[in-house]
DNA sequence: CCCGGAACCTGAAGGC
DNA sequence: TGCCTTCAGGTTCCGG
């Protein structure tokens, strides 16, 4: 499952093989991964173009094109990118290609099909979606207290919420929670000054963490070579079936927030 | 605006 | 063995 690290991970490792290259033909083995445009200008605006520059914002990858048209590329749950030379045999669940004046293609794997490419002129429209970048700067405490005011529902809800912190999903959600020692259910808006100082510290240093390692191969998530990352060997709840906390032995608890598998410590995560 | 649940999809895993 | 149910969890849509 991709989020922040790992979508930024396959941007580090993307950009300096795929800059400067031309975009020889797209092809599509399932369409309905193309939206807002039809096949026909979607091939047509993309076809002879090159590729400038790689970025992310949240979770979506942004490929500028000397176009000035953007490729906005989101991978959702089971998406990932390989790139492969043509004669090598390609991956399964391939959704899009992207194929390359060098004789390589970029595979768009996803074997939910939730995954979604478009075509943009300006960045706009993703932004409006979009809260700050944790790793950026300026998203200080203050900002992220901002951002819980008031709200009722559970943190680890409104941690998934984009628009309030863009790029944080399930998995380090509930790192950064007990890291902080916060119970997931505590409604966003009860947090103390302290705790959003100690949850805010453990966004960024989990998410840093996390690039360092290359992302998480929890599930179908691969680097764009096909090999995986290895936050996970770190996790200390996350995807925690039958674990136990590392600090005080508690068996970790799966409870389902927002529809989503939630694992957390009961001893050191309390409601209060 | 805020909140929670359903929908979008497909395969793996577990129960019987 | 095989069928059935549940789980996986990013985003959007919809009703309250």
Same mark, same amino acid.
């Given at each position: 499952m991709p989020e922040l690290p790992?979508?930024?991970t396959i941007k580090n490792e993307l950009l300096p093989l795929i +800059?400067?290259?031309?975009? +020889?033909?797209?092809?599509?083995?399932?369409?309905?991964?193309?939206?807002?445009?039809s096949i026909e200008e979607f091939r047509h605006r993309l076809t002879g173009?090159?590729?400038?520059?790689?970025?992310?914002?949240?979770?979506?990858?942004?490929?500028?094109?000397?176009?000035? /048209?953007?490729l906005i590329i989101h991978l959702k749950m089971t998406g990932s990118?390989?790139?492969?030379?043509?004669?090598?045999?390609?991956? /399964?669940?391939?959704?899009?290609?992207? !194929?390359?004046?060098?004789?390589?293609?970029?595979?768009?794997?996803?074997? *939910?099909?939730?995954?979604?490419?478009?075509?943009?002129m300006e960045t706009g429209e993703i932004e409006s979606k979009l809260g700050p970048e944790p790793l950026d700067d300026d998203f200080t405490?203050?900002?992220?207290?901002?951002?819980?005011?008031?709200?009722?529902?559970?943190?680890k809800a409104v941690l998934l919420d984009q628009k309030?912190?863009?790029?944080?999903?399930?998995?380090?959600?509930?790192?950064?929670?007990?890291?902080?020692?916060? !119970?997931p259910?505590?409604?966003?808006?009860?947090?103390?000054?302290?705790?959003?100082?100690h949850l805010h510290k453990a966004i960024r240093q989990i998410l840093w963490a996390a690039i360092g390692h290359k992302g998480a191969s929890v599930n179908t998530y691969f680097l764009p070579d096909g090999s995986e990352g290895t936050a996970h060997y770190f996790f200390r709840v996350? !995807?925690?079936?039958?674990?136990?906390?590392?600090?005080?032995?508690?068996?970790?608890?799966?409870?389902?927030? *927002?529809?989503r598998g939630t694992y957390f410590c009961p001893k050191c995560q309390r409601m209060k």
């Open positions: 790992e979508v930024e +800059t400067g290259r031309r975009i +020889t033909g797209i092809t599509l083995p399932w369409e309905g991964i193309v939206k807002e445009s173009r090159k590729i400038t520059d790689i970025s992310r914002r949240g979770k979506y990858l942004i490929l500028s094109l000397d176009s000035d /048209d953007l990118l390989i790139l492969k030379r043509d004669c090598e045999e390609p991956p /399964d669940y391939v959704r899009a290609v992207i !194929h390359l004046d060098n004789g390589s293609s970029i595979f768009f794997r996803d074997l *939910r099909k939730f995954g979604v490419l478009r075509l943009l405490p203050k900002v992220l207290a901002q951002r819980l005011a008031r709200r009722t529902a559970s943190i309030v912190v863009a790029g944080i999903g399930n998995m380090y959600a509930d790192e950064s929670l007990y890291a902080s020692g916060i !119970h259910e505590r409604p966003a808006g009860s947090l103390t000054k302290g705790e959003i100082e996350a !995807h925690g079936k039958g674990k136990t906390c590392p600090v005080c032995g508690s068996p970790i608890e799966r409870i389902a927030v *927002r529809n």
